[in-house]
């Protein structure tokens, strides 16, 4: 027995939320070290952490004796070693789509808007980050008019939605006027409902400030 998987993240981080959803839509049980990208100046750079990921981000996990980083890494080998319930469609149309959308996503929205992004760039980083979450939903908003059916590819739970729900978050922090995105915004709220995205929520995890509990 190598023992619960071990999940090195911070209660807002949105790519440790994306695997919080995975670990909890698998009905994976694990453990979480905390890593505060704030305090001290942050934890994540600290000589400790760079062993466990040299890039110095959140998440990691460290399961079936590998440490992995990157969150959509970490998903596709959950998914492939722990395939029940599927976080993607069987149809490799539909497998080429959530990749897009998550990809879209992962590259095209969430690095510019992450915390080391936006520590350079100083004062401006609120309208920052608000132009490049409203570029990148302008867009995502017509591919899912495509693409959806109760949620971002078809009637499934795919890990497209793991990426999207952590994202309408963020652009809500950043105060981005949602409702030009009528589809992203049903999509989101459907997902809600869901457990899953309920108990992995940054409001209800080990780490989170008493402030901002659910």
């Avoid at 722990?82 to 990749?99: D, G, S, T, W, Y």
């Avoid at 608000?130 to 078809?154: N, P, W």
């Amino acid at each position: 027995a190598l023992g619960k998987p071990l999940l090195y993240g911070y209660f807002r981080s949105s790519c440790t939320w994306r695997v919080r959803i995975a670990l909890a839509f698998k009905g994976i049980e694990y453990d979480q070290q905390a890593i505060n990208l704030v305090k001290d100046g942050g934890l994540q750079l600290s000589d400790e952490y760079k062993q466990v990921n040299p890039m110095q981000q959140v998440p990691a996990l460290h399961i079936d004796g590998v440490t992995l980083s990157q969150s959509l890494a970490i998903i596709e080998y959950l998914e492939e070693t722990r395939p029940n319930p599927p976080l993607f469609p069987r149809e490799p149309k539909k497998r080429a789509q959530v990749r897009m959308i998550s990809d879209q996503i992962a590259s095209g929205i969430q690095p510019l808007q992450n915390l080391c992004v936006l520590q350079k760039i100083g004062e401006t980083k609120q309208e920052w980050a608000k132009h490049f979450i409203t570029r990148g939903f302008q867009a995502l908003e017509k591919m899912l008019q495509i693409t959806s059916g109760s949620y971002c590819v078809g009637d499934e739970v795919t890990v497209a939605d793991l990426c999207l729900v952590p994202q309408v978050a963020n652009a809500v922090r950043f105060k981005v006027d949602l409702s030009p995105y009528p589809t992203i915004v049903r999509i989101n709220e459907s997902l809600l409902q869901m457990e899953a995205f309920q108990v992995s929520h940054p409001s209800r995890q080990p780490d989170t400030p008493e402030e901002l509990r659910a």
